[in-house]
Every structure is written in C-alpha cells, then in structure tokens.
C-alpha cells in the first residue's frame, strides 16, 4: 500500500474518531426543553439539567451542596412542598432565571438569594408564613427581576421592600385582601402591568390614567 494512500486512510479514521467523540460530549439541543421531577435522576447528570420541577413532593431536608452541581440550571419549583427553609445553596444558581417557591411554610427568604443576578421570575403565592417585607429585601439589587407574583398572599398593604424592585415591570397581586388601589406602586417607574383580579375594590382604568399612572392593571 503507497504512503498516500495510508495517510488518507489514517485522515479519514481520524475524522470518524473527532466526530464519535464530539457527539458523546456535544450537549444534547433538546436537553433545555426536558424537565426533570426526579431529584435523584437530576443529580445523575446534573449538567445536562436545565429545568427542575420538584413541585408537590414530600422533599426531605434538601442539602446546600448539591446545588453548586447544576450549573446549567434555568428553572427551580418547591411549588406546594410545604418547606419550612429555602435552602442556601440555592444561591449559587448563577444561571437561574425562574423561581417558584409558592406554598410553603418558611418564613423568610435566604440571604443568598441575593446573588442569583440571571433571576427574571420569582412566584410567591399561598404563602401562610412568610415574612414578606423581610424576604422581598432580598431581591432589591437584582437587576434582572422583572417579574413577581403575590397572589393569593392575604396582602391588604403593599410590603415597603418591594418598592426597593425598581426594575419590577410586571406585578401579580390578584386573591388577595386590597380595599383600594395602593398608590405607593407609582414609585415603581418600570412597572408596566398589574393584576389586580379578585381583590375588594373595583376603579377603571381611565380613574388611574387620570392620576398619571403608565402600567396597565387587570381588575
């Protein structure tokens, strides 16, 4: 056999090598659309774990460390764990973006909340314990929240630390106790909507356009 032909054969193996490698470690395009519900099967391939749905489990004591292994993370749900404590760790989700913690039993937010700068989305509803204007502080410097939901929360007063979301753009309060329109929310000059549904009182648009608001509210 000539030499070229060699090289070629050994070119062409070397080329069939790269791509069998390439696709064992290539990220699956898929894998951000899969959501997993199984802690455990999660923690198989932490990596590869973009979505996270661990709502409506009877969770044990969920260990701070095991966060730090899905750095790919997007989206968390304790939705209806009835968790007494967030874990820390969860603050080291540098890539997360959604956050429901609805239905639980902690009374503050973690501290370390504070460093989730991706964070776009936090869900904060049916909420029985929990220390709003204590826990809302915790976002103040995010610059990326734009989105929060306190529905069903039993608020009559808006909570002084949200005023701190100055980048809030869209707020739910809907099932909640308001007898009147909170005019402090003015304050949040990049809020843009507002659900209000199913709360004691009722004002038309056109009263609070009058006063000088720009968000839109859903009654």
Request: net charge negative; aromatic share 10%.
């Amino acid at each position: 056999m000539k030499n070229g032909t060699i090289h070629i054969l050994v070119a062409i193996f070397l080329s069939i090598l790269n791509c069998d490698v390439y696709a064992q470690i290539a990220p699956d395009s898929s894998a951000a659309y899969r959501e997993f519900t199984d802690l455990e099967e999660a923690l198989k391939f932490p990596e590869q774990v973009y979505r996270l749905n661990l709502s409506n489990q009877k969770l044990n004591v969920l260990s701070d460390s095991i966060w730090d292994k899905f750095n790919n993370l997007e989206y968390l749900s304790f939705k209806n764990d009835h968790l007494e404590e967030i874990p820390q760790g969860i603050g080291n989700l540098k890539n997360l973006k959604v956050l429901d913690l609805s239905g639980n039993d902690f009374t503050i937010l973690p501290q370390s909340l504070a460093k989730l700068g991706n964070l776009r989305e936090v869900y904060l509803n049916d909420e029985s314990k929990i220390n709003l204007d204590q826990s809302l502080e915790v976002f103040k410097n995010l610059p990326n929240l734009k989105i929060l939901h306190l529905e069903n929360d039993n608020l009559g007063t808006i909570p002084g630390s949200l005023l701190m979301l100055k980048n809030l753009e869209v707020l739910y309060l809907n099932n909640n106790q308001f007898s009147e329109f909170p005019m402090e929310l003015k304050k949040l000059k990049n809020l843009t909507y507002i659900d209000f549904h199913d709360n004691q009182f009722k004002l038309s648009n056109q009263n609070l356009q009058d006063q000088g608001f720009g968000f839109r509210i859903n009654f």
